[in-house]
């Protein structure tokens, strides 16, 4: 079977690990879009600390969970987003405005769409949760 996107893929996992109760999951394979992504979900605290364990092939990653993320996603495909159209996307993916995080990448690499806001760039849609 070939994975087509293997963020999707990442981000399904945490979401089924996450609906069964489970402490950790295992991402494999690992890439550099991912784990900024990770980063992003780990600052905002809906997981915990992430581990990369080097196999001397693609990488896997140790995830612990803290029970906090309800829903997490892929943008497919990953539409270009202007800045004044980040609220359009805000109101379309996100429950509410008090929470929820979309993930962009932008030329200053990937950010949530708050700091995009902040920074007056626009992107590509990577992703979303809450």
């Excluded at 950790?24 to 900024?36: A, G």
């Excluded at 915990?48 to 196999?55: C, L, T």
Aim: aromatic share 8%; hydrophobic share 40%; with cysteine.
């Amino acid at each position: 079977m070939v994975r087509m996107s293997v963020l999707a893929d990442c981000l399904k996992t945490i979401t089924n690990a996450e609906k069964r109760g489970k402490r950790q999951v295992l991402i494999r394979p690992s890439s550099k879009v991912i784990v900024k992504f990770l980063q992003c979900m780990q600052q905002h605290g809906y997981i915990g600390e992430f581990e990369i364990v080097d196999d001397h092939r693609a990488q896997k990653i140790v995830i612990e969970l803290n029970g906090r993320l309800n829903k997490c996603g892929v943008i497919s495909p990953r539409f270009d987003v202007h800045v004044n159209d980040i609220e359009k996307w805000i109101v379309n993916l996100l429950p509410s405005r008090q929470f929820g995080q979309i993930i962009l990448s932008t030329t200053y690499g990937i950010m949530t769409h708050e700091e995009a806001r902040r920074k007056r760039t626009g992107g590509k849609v990577l992703g979303f949760f809450y």
